[in-house]
């Protein structure tokens, strides 16, 4: 999905959320012009090329200014995987989120999508940038249950069908339906904690987790997660791609 967030607003940032299958709303200036954002430029970043600049050029056409992120938009982070630029804005925006959190310990961002990505963050050292040191990618709930569907004989197709709150639930399915949803569900959570307890003991007993994306806001995905690790250890935060966003361009700013 695409979302727009009023991140220069006053107080509680307005959002709009839509699928990016779908036509953009015709209300984005209300999101812009919310609780004072005024003239603050649009901020974009996205791993759907052709709708990314669609979008641009609508927003241009509403006289807003567009800085694409790795574009007009540089993050200050090296990007140690080859070659960088294969690498999801999504991923690169989130872990400079973890590090406006807190720039002095490293970072597992976990984001849980369409597909989930776990990535490591460290951070700057003796003068030289922060690194992004690459990660792991494995299908989302809703791309697991479509896998299932699609190369089984039997299996049934979900279709937009929520895929969580079920981490209360039993081990035992009682259905079809049941066995598909709570297997794939439970497998996320335990594949992305196993994971990111992983990189963790890789990048040090100072690393703290960072939990994000669509899946991450489901209450049950993040009480996994936090009983999983000690106290203070995972940091959920919904908008922390667009949080990386806004410190690229206030380090942009700085830096101008």
Known sequence: H?????WAARGDPDSLTWETDEPPPRDLA???????????????????????????????????????????LAPRIEIVPRPPERVGDDRIAGALGALAL????????????????????????GGALPRFEGG????????????????????PRFDRLPVYGWVHSSFIGRSTQEAMLRGVYKAQIAAAIALARGQAHELGPRT??????????????????????????????????????????????AGA
């Open 30 to 72: 209300r999101i812009l012009d919310a609780n004072g954002a005024g003239e603050a430029p649009v901020l974009m970043a996205g791993v759907v090329p052709d709708y990314r600049d669609e979008l641009a050029a609508r927003f241009t056409r509403i006289g807003r200014d567009v800085l694409r992120f790795r574009d007009e």
């Open 136 to 155: 792991l990618i494995l299908p989302g709930t809703t791309t697991s249950l479509m896998a299932l569907a699609e190369y089984t004989a039997q299996l």
């Open 208 to 253: 703290r987790i960072a939990l994000t994306g669509g899946g991450a806001a489901d209450p049950g995905f993040a009480t996994e997660f936090q009983e999983a690790f000690r106290s203070g250890t995972v940091v959920p935060h919904p908008d922390l791609v667009h949080l990386g966003l806004f410190s690229a361009w206030q380090a942009s700013r």
């Open 2 to 6: 695409t979302k727009l967030l009023g």
């Open 102 to 125: 807190d720039s002095k310990r490293p970072w597992v961002v976990v984001d849980v999508g369409t597909a989930m990505t776990i990535s490591a963050v460290t951070p700057a050292q």
